[in-house]
């Protein structure tokens, strides 16, 4: 069974910066597009980056283009996210997940940005 395991998340300040991690077990899915997505309380979930297969392919939702990058390691795991300049509305629940985007396109398939589904999520909080 494929399964997703995130991890890096924390508390921070605003202005600080995170890593997070996504690793796979049950399948290698090493050409498939991967993406970032998170969760705030009382809200929708949020595309947040997108890779393609290879890796040469990124993009990124507006609110954080500029401040998170997303990469992946040889073979196609781990998927990192780092995440700069931390704000306050980045304090949410990320989950990765495969082919919820098009890299290439630069959109999100709402209707796979299922949290908890993927994963359990790692939570990030941005805080003072």
């Known amino acids: 069974q494929l399964r997703f395991a995130e991890s890096g998340g924390g508390l921070v300040q605003p202005g600080e910066s995170l890593r997070l991690l996504c690793t796979v077990s049950g399948d290698t899915l090493a050409d498939d597009a991967m993406g970032w997505f998170r969760q705030a309380p009382g809200k929708e979930p949020e595309g947040v980056a997108c890779?393609?297969?290879?890796?040469?392919?990124?993009n990124y939702g507006d609110s954080v283009k500029g401040r998170f990058f997303i990469s992946r390691g040889n073979g196609g795991f781990p998927v990192y996210l780092q995440m700069d300049d931390l704000k306050p509305e980045d304090s949410a629940v990320y989950y990765c997940?495969?082919?919820?985007?098009?890299?290439?396109?630069?959109?999100?398939?709402?209707?796979?940005?299922?949290?908890?589904?993927w994963g359990q999520g790692t939570q990030v909080i941005v805080s003072s």
């Open positions: 890779i393609s297969g290879g890796g040469g392919t990124v």
């Open positions: 997940a495969p082919e919820i985007c098009d890299p290439h396109r630069g959109n999100f398939y709402d209707s796979l940005l299922m949290p908890g589904y």
